[in-house]
């Protein structure tokens, strides 16, 4: 599976991005899609993921209330709605596949991973 990621940028403290990544390949394979994101001298730490149909979504305590997950099946999608945002949440965001989000606890268990985009919140 391919992942391209993209709607970083630089915002300030407050404001919203809509983070977007797109599955190519074998997307029937993929069940659970999300985000992890990674802060400078910081672990990769889990962000959010959904399952294939939605009945399972799952969110960091960071940013519990403030991002939204959503996926469109059809156009093989997942979305990040990232609101309120803090300095804190500067970070380089990754998209991510796995079998199940639980495996979000577990970064260094996932395989598939796009290409990172960057997040800057300025305040």
């Known amino acids: 599976v391919q992942l391209q990621a993209s709607g970083g940028g630089l915002v300030q403290v407050g404001g919203s991005l809509r983070l977007s990544c797109t599955a190519s390949?074998?997307?029937?394979?993929?069940?659970?899609i999300g985000w992890f994101r990674q802060a400078p001298g910081k672990e990769r730490e889990g962000v959010s993921c959904?399952?294939?149909?939605?009945?399972?979504?799952w969110y960091g305590d960071s940013v519990k209330g403030r991002f939204t997950i959503s996926r469109d099946n059809g156009k093989n999608t997942v979305h990040l709605q990232m609101n309120s945002l803090r300095s804190e949440d500067t970070a380089v965001y990754y998209c991510?596949?796995?079998?199940?989000?639980?495996?979000?606890?577990?970064?260094?268990?996932?395989?598939?991973w796009g290409q990172g985009t960057l997040v800057t919140v300025s305040s």
């Open positions: 390949g074998k997307t029937l394979s993929v069940d659970a």
């Open positions: 991510a596949t796995d079998a199940s989000c639980s495996t979000w606890y577990y970064p260094e268990k996932i395989y598939d």
């Open positions: 959904i399952n294939k149909f939605g009945g399972m979504i």
